[in-house]
């Protein structure tokens, strides 16, 4: 680019990864053997990274570059962007590489699907002087058509309809090169951050004719707006009078700036189309200018057309350049996930925003992110997948909330980090790792007060994914892992005599056992500082104990009534999909149970679990064991196991959320397949944090106990009141 | 009774036209009061008035009947910021005791209206800017200009040597996309006599260019602007696609003679100091021409009209304007638009103030 260079690579990333496996118990000791193995292996991942600095740092780049350039076979550098000519043979001669330079707007717009299809929020609209100046987008799962305002030295207006299928529709010569070099003539200031900085400090109506100054007082009367542009510069049409630089400034942009917007939305009309995402230096980081063309925007198009921006816009030439590159290895058939721990947020570069962190990290700016195993697609059961949002509490818009979240997560952080570091009792370097982790996530937590939507919409779920990365980049990959298997293992111990004392009851009260115990599994959370607390106080906090902690009926939200109506008198439900939440206790002896009876009904069950860990979640492979062997104890689960009635799948996910929009495709297909119409979601993170407010085309179950005070009495209730929704879509 | 006058009090600029009677009967003129006689005198003897004000007599209709009367149609202009003498002018010369009413349109008929009253003793009817603008327009246009066509066009306008102002029928205008360019600019999407819309507008017009080149260059007048970028050369201001690409742009059949980014080589510290003022100011005029050539062409595209017709006084003795905006939609629109001009450009809201006067005697 101009002054910035975007640099896009593909790396492999080794870390380690936790893994079960099964012992083989013929013959053996099985009172005293743990459950299962588990071993910390080194993997292999891939993950692309985006850096971006400032063009006077290029040589240092190139070095970097020639220093990591392991793969020999390399012969070429894919490079757009106007720099792409200016530096190509200082490119070739350092790198010995030859340059294959490529159409800047081709790569602008591969890039663009790229992050629209690849990184939730990553649309944002700009509100200056609202609470939450940044409102990010859900994405829809369809990102075509859309129309792209380039906005460089001149404007370029691009239709975007499919992958490969983009036009240039229009244009305009008067872009933010007209803004630099006018205002540079006008103001004798040569920088295009100072222009912006005057400008935000004048005023345009010395400068600028106004309808109020043609009509005199009485435009009010006329039902005009007074204070509307009737001529840019309409009042320096004198020789003899001096005007303030800022306050030509100011009128500059403003002169711009509507006019990009009105021809954006004069185009946007034309060709039927409601997304108009701008970029380019003119937008890049600038509050001053995402304000202006807001204005702009809603102005002209009379609020029907929302202006968009991008959180990676800078980096879509750079990405578009190396998706070119990367052709051979389709990387558009994977899924990618935003690594939190590994990217500095939005605006972490803007000195309008955060001068501390400019100082402290100059221009220097990057973003990661993980090619995920399996791609990942929507729940087709959503109701409606373009309006779905995981998250209950948007946290960059409720400002208590936010307070009391971040608040919370600084105070756990000690405990997370000792317990990662205890996770790891062998390795000599564990501490200092999980001393790096606290002080890394600590940091997140101190970007997120001060900058809340530097990563997307700020949520108790986008906390929870931040922490997890953070502890996978220091090698913490399951610090629960042992936990996880005591507790499975304890579990295993009493599954029988839970079925049995089920099985003596009658059909009505087992019913109401069975949630019950899906419900006190579920008090069995680590991800929760009340229940963390307790569990680590009192080991032998049991089963029956939780039982008796639970709120008695009626519940704080608490439709058993109506499920059990349905149970009673409905037929048995098709297939149900179920998505567990923690190990031990909630899945072996809460989970499973249910599971049981709804397979004694006729209804096939998939049971989804995280395909990564997450806190003391169970995994997709811890599953397969617990399930292995509750099928060597019972005979239901056993023959159902074999004749694929209860199938075991994998979320694709590694987050104690649930985000239903980004689901394993496999399981997706099954789903369909089976006919599933029966949803059941447990656990605060899946069913409160995310999902309370889910609609879905089937009947479903949202059941989690509250282990937070603060949450509980948001809701109107008290610590462990217990959530019980049980909802049936209308017809 | 007379005087018959129509008003257009712009943010830049007044504009007055005056019907002076020329078949005053012997009789009539002994009824005449001094008042009237030393008016129309004054009005037709001179061809400029105070310091500002001037009569475009070249604009002059001839021979005109109006309301059964034969007369001729004067068109005079001067900047808004003489109203206030105007106003006092008035008042010396006992206008109100004319017991006329004064038709009035633009933004200032609502800005002085206060003035009028308390200073000239004078009742303004204030009319609609764009019914007056539109009712002038069709007047005009169905009148003719002295025997000739009031509306024009360009041939060949993307062909500079073959290029010639040619007369055009106007007779059935409708549908018609109307562009005012004054300080600011108006687009009007007119489909029949009373059936009309404003489409949009910009802020991006007349004032802009000159208010830019007063800043840019020092000048103080629009003609001296207009002179200054007659002798300029916008190329060196503005950053043009073969600046960027080295020729055309073919991935989006943009030719390399496009404008990629207007005053985009003003960024550079050295191409600023090595432009003169005549560029600047060439450089203004060709930009803001261009901003306007394109947004009339969008409305005219998504307005479904194919016919354009500028007026305003933006375009007075600015032959490179409406050359380039001819240039701009034919060119742009592959031949499918046409750029329309009417040669008493920035007079039509005045000339509909008038005819309001005269409807409603």
């Known amino acids: 680019g101009g002054s910035l260079t975007k640099l896009a690579y593909y790396s492999t990333v080794q870390h380690k990864v936790a893994r079960v496996r099964s012992f083989d118990h013929s013959g053996k000791d099985i009172e005293n053997e743990p459950l299962y193995e588990i071993s910390v292996q080194e993997e292999i991942t891939a993950r692309l990274h985006f850096i971006k600095f400032e063009n006077t740092y290029i040589e240092t780049c190139l070095d970097f570059i020639k220093d990591h350039l392991v793969n020999t076979e390399t012969k070429v550098i894919k490079a757009t962007g106007g720099g792409a000519y200016k530096f190509k043979d200082l490119i070739e001669k350092k790198l010995g590489l030859k340059v294959d330079k490529e159409d800047v707007m081709t790569c602008l717009i591969k890039g663009c699907n790229f992050v629209l299809r690849n990184i939730p929020h990553e649309v944002f609209a700009y509100q200056k002087d609202s609470d939450a100046e940044f ?66 400090k004048g005023q345009h109506t010395n400068v600028d004719m106004l309808v109020k100054d043609v009509y005199g007082g009485a435009y009010q009367t006329l039902g005009l707006s007074g204070n509307l542009i009737a001529s840019s510069f309409g009042k320096s049409t004198t ?9 030509m400034a100011k009128s500059l942009l403003h002169m711009i700036s509507n006019d990009i917007g009105q021809l954006a939305c004069l185009y946007a009309k034309l060709h039927n189309l409601d997304k108009i995402y701008f970029g380019g230096f003119f937008i890049r980081g600038h509050p001053v200018t995402m304000r202006t063309i807001t204005y702009s925007i809603n102005f002209f198009s009379k609020g029907e057309v929302q202006a968009l921006f991008l959180r990676h816009e800078g980096y879509l030439g750079a990405i578009g350049a190396f998706l070119k590159g990367a052709e051979q290895d389709n990387p558009n058939q994977y899924s990618w996930g935003e690594n939190y721990a590994g990217s500095s947020g939005l605006m972490s570069t803007s000195p309008d925003v955060y001068p501390m962190q400019r100082s402290r990290s100059g221009t220097f700016d990057m973003l990661e992110m993980d090619r995920l195993e399996r791609p990942l697609v929507n729940l087709p059961l959503l109701k409606d997948p373009s309006t779905y949002i995981p998250d209950t509490v948007d946290l960059t818009d409720d400002a208590m909330a936010r307070k009391y979240w971040l608040t919370c997560f600084e105070e756990a952080l000690d405990g997370v980090a000792k317990r990662a570091a205890a996770s790891q009792p062998d390795s000599v370097d564990a501490l200092e790792r999980a001393e ?33 990365h953070c502890l996978n980049e220091f090698n913490f990959p399951d610090p629960y892992s042992k936990v996880k298997q005591k507790e499975n293992g304890i579990a295993l111990k009493c599954f029988q005599s839970v079925i049995e004392s089920l099985d003596s009851l009658g059909w009505e009260e087992r019913q109401f056992a069975l949630v019950k115990g899906l419900l006190a599994g579920n008090v069995f959370d680590w991800g929760a500082k009340a229940v963390s607390d307790v569990l680590e106080s009192e080991p032998q906090f049991g089963f029956e104990e939780a039982k008796s902690k639970l709120q008695e009926r009626p519940w704080l939200e608490d439709s058993y009534s109506q499920w059990l109506e349905r149970l009673k008198e409905g037929p048995p439900h098709k297939c149900a999909l179920i998505f567990a939440d923690n190990s031990g206790i909630d899945i072996i002896l809460g989970v499973f149970p249910f599971v049981r009876e709804l397979l004694s009904r006729g209804t096939e069950v998939i049971l989804a679990c995280n395909s990564g860990p997450a806190l003391n979640d169970v995994t997709y492979s811890e599953s397969l064991i617990v399930a292995e062997r509750i099928a060597a104890m019972d005979p239901i689960i056993q023959s159902a196991l074999r004749d694929e009635k209860l199938l075991l799948v994998q979320t694709g996910s590694s987050s104690p959320c649930l985000d239903l929009s980004r689901l394993d495709k496999g399981l997706a297909v099954l789903v369909r397949e089976r006919k599933t119409d029966l949803v059941i979601i447990e656990g605060m993170g899946r069913a409160i944090h995310t999902n309370y407010y889910a609609a879905l085309k089937c009947e479903s179950l949202k059941l989690a106990v509250i282990k937070n005070s603060w949450l509980a009495d948001r809701l109107g209730g008290k610590i462990f009141s217990v959530i019980f929704k049980y909802e049936v879509p209308c017809k | 009774v007379f005087p018959w006058f129509g008003l257009d009090i712009g943010g830049t600029l007044v504009k007055l036209v005056y019907f002076e009677p ?85 933004g200032g008929a609502y800005k002085f209206e206060q003035d009028f009253r308390t200073m000239g003793d004078l009742q303004l009817c204030k009319l609609d800017e764009l019914d007056c603008l539109i009712k002038g327009v069709l007047y005009i246009d169905s009148v003719g200009f002295n025997g000739h066509s009031e509306c024009y066009y360009f041939e060949n306008p993307t062909d500079a040597e073959r290029c010639q102002k040619l007369p055009f029928n106007l007779e059935n205008p409708y549908p018609l996309l109307l562009v005012n360019i004054g300080s ?97 100011a060439k450089a203004t005029l060709i930009t803001i021409t261009n901003n306007i050539g394109s947004i009339a062409r969008m409305c005219a595209l998504n307005e479904n009209i194919n016919r354009v017709v500028f007026v305003g006084n933006f375009l007075r003795i600015n032959t490179i304007s409406m050359r380039l905006l001819a240039y701009a939609l034919d060119y742009w629109s592959k031949g499918q638009l046409k750029a329309l001009f009417l040669e008493h450009e920035g007079y039509f809201g005045a000339v509909g103030a008038l005819l309001e006067l005269l409807d409603s005697a």
């Not at chain 1, 020789?239 to 306050?247: H, I």
């Not at chain 1, 600590?442 to 779920?461: D, S």
């Open chain 1, 436 to 468: 790096k982790f606290r002080q890394k996530y600590w940091n997140k937590l101190q970007t997120l007060r001060q900058q809340p939507f530097a990563y997307g919409t700020l949520t108790v779920r986008s906390l929870l994914d931040t922490r997890e």
């Open chain 2, 22 to 106: 020329k078949d005053i009967t012997a009789e009539e003129e002994e009824e005449e009061v001094e008042n009237l006689k030393s008016i129309r005198k004054y009005l037709t003897s001179n061809v400029a008035y105070g310091s500002t004000g001037i009569r475009d007599v070249h604009l002059e209709l001839k021979d005109l009947t109006l309301c059964g009367r034969k007369g001729n149609l004067h068109f005079i202009r001067f900047p808004t910021h003489d109203m206030p003498a105007f106003i006092q002018m008035g008042s010396e010369k006992h206008f109100s005791s004319l017991h006329t009413t004064l038709c009035a349109t633009g």
């Open chain 1, 239 to 247: 020789a003899d009078k001096e005007f303030s630089k800022e306050d």
């Open chain 2, 184 to 280: 600011g600019v108006s687009i009007l999407a007119v489909y029949s006599k009373e059936n009309y819309k404003r489409v949009t507008g910009t802020s991006l017009g007349g004032g802009t260019f000159f208010g830019l080149c007063c800043l840019l260059t020092g000048c103080s007048t629009f003609e001296e602007a207009l002179e200054m970028a007659s002798r300029g050369d916008s190329t060196k201001v503005d950053k043009l696609v073969r600046d960027i690409y080295g020729g055309d742009y073919e991935r989006f059949g943009l030719p390399g003679w496009a404008v990629a980014s207007s005053f985009g080589n003003m960024m550079s510290k050295e191409k600023r100091e090595s432009v003169s003022k005549e560029d600047l």
């Open chain 1, 135 to 200: 409102r990010f987008q859900t994405n829809h799962p369809n990102i075509f058509p859309y129309l792209l305002v380039n906005i460089g030295s001149g404007v370029s207006i691009v239709k975007v309809e499919t992958e490969d299928k983009f036009e240039w529709i229009g244009g305009s010569s008067i872009g933010g090169g007209t803004f630099w070099g006018l205002g540079a003539l006008l103001t004798k200031t040569k920088k295009f951050d100072e222009l912006l900085q005057l400008a935000s």
